[in-house]
C-alpha cells in the first residue's frame, strides 16, 4: 500500500489512536491506587498541619499515629461507632439524601446545601484527655467551596489552627486564606464565651486595645465575599448545627 493511499493514512492514525488510548488508560488504572494513597496522606498533613503538629523530617504516617479519628452524630453530640470511622466519607454522604439532611436557605449561612448527620472528628489525646480537637469545616467563599479544618485546644475553647486544603478563591485575594500570617492570627482567639459562638471575622483589622479582640480575626484584604464566606462557614461549624453539641459532651464529659 502506497504511503499517500488515504486507507493508509486512516490505518495509521487509527492504530495510533488505539495504542495512545491503551497507554493512557493503563496509566490510569495503574496509578490510581498511589493516587489514592497521595490523596489521603495530603488529607493526614493537612489535619496535623491545621493544629500546628505538622513536623518536617518525619513521615506523615508516623506522625499521624498519634491522632484518633472519631466519628460523630452531629444531632446528639456523641461519637457513634454507626459508620466505620476508617473508611467514613463525610463528603460523600454530604450527598446522599439517606445519610444527610437537607438544609433550609435561612438556616444555612455556610451555603453547603445538604449537611451530613456524622462528621469525621480528629483526636490528639493525651493520658490528661483531649489536647486537641481537629474539626472539619466547608463553606461557600465567592467562587468556591472552602474545605478545611479548624482546630481547638484541650479546653475546646481556644483555636490552636485553621486550614484550608481545597478552594478557587483568587490566588492575592480569597486565596490570601491560604497566606500562614493569615492563618497565624486565628491561633490562640477564643472560639467561644460562655458557651457562645463568639469568634469573629471582621471586615478589616482587628484593633487589639478593644474589647473582644480575642476573638476577632482580620478580614482579607479586598477579599470581602471570601472573609463573610470564611465568618459564616466558622460560626455555622461551631454552632448548635455543627460542632457545639459535641463541644458540649465532651466538656460535661459525656461523649
Ligand atoms: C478577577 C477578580 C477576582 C476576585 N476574587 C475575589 C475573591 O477571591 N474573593 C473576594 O472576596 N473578592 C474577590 N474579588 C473582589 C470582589 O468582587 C469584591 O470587590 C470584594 O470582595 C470587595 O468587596 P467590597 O467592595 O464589598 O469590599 C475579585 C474581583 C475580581 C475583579
Known amino acids: 500500500m502506497g504511503n499517500d493511499s488515504i486507507s493508509k493514512t486512516f490505518g495509521v492514525a487509527l492504530a495510533l489512536c488505539i495504542v495512545c488510548a491503551v497507554v493512557v488508560s493503563s ?12 490523596k ?25 499515629e498519634q491522632i484518633s479519628t472519631r466519628v460523630v452524630d452531629l444531632e446528639t453530640g456523641r461519637f457513634t461507632d454507626a459508620v466505620d470511622a476508617a473508611s467514613y466519607d463525610q463528603r460523600k454522604a ?3 439524601p439517606a445519610m444527610s439532611v437537607a438544609l433550609d436557605p435561612k438556616q444555612d449561612p455556610a451555603k453547603i446545601k445538604r449537611r451530613a448527620n456524622y462528621a469525621t472528628v480528629y483526636l ?3 493520658e490528661q484527655g ?18 478545611g479544618f479548624l482546630a481547638l485546644e484541650s479546653d475546646l475553647q481556644t483555636v490552636a489552627g485553621i486550614g484550608f486544603y481545597e478552594h478557587t478563591e483568587t490566588p492575592g485575594l480569597g486565596g490570601e486564606v491560604d497566606n500562614p500570617r493569615w492563618k ?6 477564643q472560639a467561644y464565651r460562655q458557651g457562645e459562638v463568639v469568634i469573629n471575622v471582621l471586615k478589616g483589622k482587628v484593633d487589639m486595645s478593644r474589647e473582644g479582640a480575642e476573638s476577632q ?6 477579599a470581602t ?10 460560626r455555622y461549624w461551631l454552632g448548635d448545627e455543627g460542632f457545639r453539641p459535641l463541644i458540649n459532651q465532651l466538656k460535661a464529659g459525656e461523649a
Open 27 to 38: 496509566a490510569a488504572v495503574i496509578l490510581r491506587p498511589t493516587q489514592e494513597v497521595n
Open 40 to 64: 489521603l496522606l495530603d488529607l493526614k498533613s493537612n489535619i496535623l498541619a491545621s493544629a500546628g503538629l505538622l513536623k518536617q523530617g518525619v513521615s506523615i504516617e508516623t506522625q499521624f
Open 94 to 96: 454530604s450527598k446522599d
Open 124 to 126: 490528639l489525646e493525651t
Open 130 to 147: 483531649i489536647e486537641k480537637i481537629i474539626l472539619p469545616i466547608k463553606g461557600y467563599g465567592l467562587w468556591s467551596t472552602l474545605y
Open 184 to 189: 497565624a492570627g486565628w491561633i490562640g482567639k
Open 217 to 222: 480575626i482580620d478580614g482579607l484584604a479586598g
Open 225 to 234: 465575599l471570601t472573609t463573610r464566606g470564611v465568618d459564616n462557614l466558622v
